[in-house]
């Protein structure tokens, strides 16, 4: 399979390895001194006593690498103008493009169940339309990632959890395509785990909910996941999980979650600092829109009471606008 990773950074870097590793025909649109590292020595991936030296196209110049069967987009939602500028020439009328990334994501409020009320206003995930306009929802397909990886070097990715390597995909309507299906063939053969899945807004969610109630508190207060096992700073996560579910089957997603799984006794709190962390600490922009202030959105469009998130999305976004990360 022909296969385009945009935004070969860390999470994208560790998929395009393993997919060209197991033989597929693998690029990737990476930038800088990661870039030019790529082309001289190909792209590392060290994931426990595994280390994969996987030889793959590499450009900044999406024309360079022709048209794909699949990209797959792990760029964050801050991200997403460059891929609209500059993803055309990958396109061809049968590829798929698979949006692989934190939070809500801008093609939510199309394709929905009759049985699920409309989304919000989710506009800002795709100012001006460009996303709907040059990849369209036709070639779309959702996705979620649970994969904590780290780039060490440039050209160089660690998996710091071999066992946790998962991208679940599927069509934005829920119809089960052959070409999914061929997907999630494709990223088993790889290593990485993709399971079938009947509702992606469910595994959207699934994912959503650390980011909200976990990751954003790590922002506020600056520290590590290891924080959310103090009991105060526990109690507090534990509100805003309740609350997002809460949110989140007002919408049609009733997930197989609660607070006291989540955030219980029996849960184990790694010593790492979240993405929207890590952005906040180098300046860079921030998921804000999508894992916050989404979310609360469509809170607020079902009459949902969220106090604590309410909070939340204060904070967050003042952090980020007081540091022109984030532009409200």
């Not at 990958?90 to 929905?112: C, K, M, R, S």
Request: some cysteine.
């Amino acid at each position: 399979m022909r296969i385009c990773v945009f935004g070969a950074g860390a999470i994208g870097g560790n998929f395009a390895a393993r997919l060209a590793d197991a033989g597929n025909e693998v690029s990737v649109v990476a930038r800088g001194p990661h870039l030019e590292a790529i082309r001289a020595n190909g792209l590392t991936l060290v994931s426990g006593d595994r280390k994969i030296v996987a030889k793959v196209r590499a450009s900044d110049r999406p024309a360079d690498l022709g048209p794909q069967d699949v990209v797959i987009s792990t760029l964050k939602a801050t991200g997403l103008d460059a891929l609209a500028a500059n993803v055309g020439p990958l396109l061809d009328p049968e590829t798929a493009v698979v949006f692989a990334q934190n939070g809500i994501p801008w093609w939510y409020g199309h394709g929905l169940a009759a049985s699920r009320p409309p989304a919000p206003d989710l506009s800002r995930l795709d100012p001006g339309g460009a996303l709907a306009r040059v990849v369209g929802y036709e070639r779309t397909l959702g996705g979620a990632i649970t994969s904590p990886n780290h780039v060490v070097a440039p050209g160089v990715i660690v998996n710091e959890q071999p066992d946790r390597n998962t991208l679940w995909v599927g069509e934005i309507d829920d119809r089960q395509t052959p070409r999914v299906e061929a997907l999630r063939k494709t990223l088993i053969a790889a290593g990485i785990g993709s399971p079938a899945t009947r509702d992606i807004r469910y595994d959207i969610w699934h994912k959503l909910m650390a980011n909200l109630t976990g990751s954003s508190i790590c922002l506020i207060l600056g520290q590590p996941a290891t924080i959310q096992k103090t009991p105060i700073v526990n109690r507090m996560a534990r509100r805003a999980h309740a609350e997002a579910l809460a949110v989140a089957a007002a919408h049609g997603v009733m997930l197989d979650d609660s607070p006291d799984v989540r955030y219980g006794p029996k849960r184990v709190y790694f010593d790492h600092r979240p993405s929207i962390l890590q952005d906040y600490d180098l300046g860079r922009p921030m998921e804000i829109e999508a894992i916050v202030r989404a979310p609360v959105a469509f809170a607020r469009s079902a009459g949902v009471p969220t106090p604590t998130l309410d909070a939340i999305e204060a904070l967050a976004v003042s952090m980020a606008a007081s540091k022109g990360l984030y532009v409200p």
